[in-house]
């Protein structure tokens, strides 16, 4: 089975833009194996049991210019330490990393993230990112 899953906090800037994301491919492109995920990312364990194949959706801050889409490829190795996902207390590294020691990482897992610009409080994406989520929903639509 194949799932997507935004991750990201909505209060928080730029940090929504996988939840924006997953949003969107519900609502636009009418795809129905993605899932919003809001909650703790410990859940993100059990919402990846059962799945071949997982695209997740998140924020990142690497030094790279807002906007940027970075397409990383975390089946084998480690999510690199010099990119930091969202603000979630629990990374995603460390998550995706006990998935990997317990057996429970699906054979195929890819991380789309987007490079934030801002990520204090506040409820609005920067310019930069939101048309990074255009590009890739439009991208969704010819898929």
Do not use: W, Y
């Not at 990312?41 to 906007?67: E, K, R, Y």
């Amino acid at each position: 089975m194949r799932r997507a899953i935004g991750l990201g906090n909505v209060f928080r800037g730029d940090d929504a833009a996988g939840l924006e994301i997953a949003r969107r491919l519900q609502t636009e492109c009418g795809r129905t194996d993605v899932i919003v995920h809001k909650g703790d990312m410990t859940d993100l364990l059990d919402l990846m049991d059962g799945c071949d194949d997982v695209v997740i959706f998140d924020a990142v801050t690497s030094g790279a210019p807002a906007g940027t889409i970075h397409l990383i490829d975390a089946t084998s190795d480690p999510l690199p330490t010099t990119m930091r996902f969202s603000t979630h207390a629990l990374g995603l590294q460390d998550t995706l990393e006990l998935a990997r020691i317990t057996g429970r990482l699906p054979a195929k897992v890819e991380i789309v993230g987007i490079e934030a610009g801002d990520c204090g409080f506040g409820l609005e994406l920067t310019p930069e990112v939101a048309q990074a989520i255009d590009r890739l929903i439009e991208g969704a639509f010819h898929a």
